[in-house]
């Protein structure tokens, strides 16, 4: 299990994260946000939400920056 984390942390590291012109973050990049908070934490269980949100908010503040 410990090789399959170290994986998904180098996939996830090397993934941009690809946004729509002129929308707002999808499910699926904000999950994939929250999986890396996750990972770089250590995935501890039990933060699940605090990481969503999280991505969320990166997510948001990144499209508002970027419209300027």
């Given at each position: 299990m410990?090789?399959?984390r170290q994986k998904a942390a180098q996939t996830t590291q090397e993934s941009p994260?690809?946004?729509?012109?002129g929308g707002?973050?999808?499910?699926?990049?904000?999950?994939?946000r929250a999986h890396q908070l996750d990972l770089a934490r250590g995935a501890a269980d039990g933060r699940d939400l605090d990481d969503w949100?999280?991505?969320e908010r990166e997510l948001k503040?990144?499209?508002?920056?970027s419209a300027f």
């Open positions: 410990k090789k399959t994260t690809v946004r729509p012109a707002t973050a999808t499910p699926e990049e904000i999950q994939q949100l999280q991505a503040a990144a499209k508002d920056a």
